[in-house]
């Protein structure tokens, strides 16, 4: 693999575990912060809004994973993804701790 399937495998893992918050609490109908909220990343965004970021954060996931080549047999090419699932998803969980005291 090339170095750029790597890069394309660490945002693949990005974008999909993004994506998973969102989509959840939209279609639950609860609201979320999303980057269109007032202010942007802590305002709450109404469930549709969520559903709708969810969705692109998965397209676009989508198409990195498939760009990066991910594959079962390529064990560094599953922790790259891993990586880029780990380094936004522990932030995110203690920025959204607090969502509900905005």
Same mark, same amino acid.
């Given at each position: 693999?090339?170095?750029?399937? *790597? ?48 969705? $692109?954060?998965?397209?676009?996931? *989508? ?12 064990? $560094?090419?599953m922790?790259?993804?891993f ?20």
């Open positions: 693999m090339e170095w750029f399937h *790597y890069l394309s495998g660490f945002f693949a893992g990005i974008f999909l575990a993004n994506a998973v918050p969102h989509f959840i609490q939209g279609i639950s109908g609860n609201k979320f912060p999303t980057p269109f909220a007032k202010p942007p990343g802590k305002g709450l965004s109404p469930a549709p809004v969520n559903v709708i970021w969810g969705l $692109v954060n998965m397209l676009i996931g *989508y198409c990195l994973f498939r760009k990066a080549e991910i594959s079962m047999d390529n064990t $560094v090419s922790l790259v993804l990586a880029g699932i780990a380094v936004i998803s522990i932030p995110l969980s203690v920025h959204f701790q607090h969502k509900d005291q905005a």
